[in-house]
């Protein structure tokens, strides 16, 4: 299993960057995953509640998750043409990212006015994190999966912004 979980996150290097996006409208980095102004930041609560339904209730390989997001809200499409979806109301996006030979990621990027220790506390549901190179990871609920945890990546005012991302069973 640590093999398992060592070569994801070595392979998971190259997906870092998937669920971000160039252009005028939102920038390279780990950034505010909102796409509209009207957008509310979210608690940790429901970035558990969404990440789950979003990436977790999609799992072996994230087929469904285009239903899920739709079922949740989060359906516009990305200002600058990359496969990110966004919900209109709530601070928060996904993409499905897939890697050459990685199997497939759902990544989720999501604004909240809580400190990194309050959602690192609400995602611990998931397994206890570890330091790695590319973040806090975990695996999920003792599955094949791995789910990491960047930290907070920027602020924008109050709203600090998150990225956790699920890989895939490999």
Known sequence: MRTIIITALL???ATLSACVETGTTVTSGTVP???????TPITSARAVQVFEAVCGGTLPNF???PRALAANGITAPSPNGTPTRYSATE?????IQAGP????????VFGSKEPEG??????????????????LATTY???AALVIFSGEAQRVGTTRYYNVRLLSER
């Open 141 to 143: 609920r003792g599955r």
């Open 11 to 13: 392979a998971a290097t």
């Open 101 to 108: 030979g990685l199997g497939r990621t759902c990544s989720m």
């Open 33 to 39: 995953a909102v796409a509209t102004a009207t957008a």
């Open 63 to 65: 087929d469904a998750a």
């Open 91 to 95: 601070d928060l996006s996904f993409q």
């Open 118 to 135: 309050a959602v690192l506390s609400a995602l611990s549901r998931f397994g206890a994190f570890a330091p790695t190179p590319l973040g």
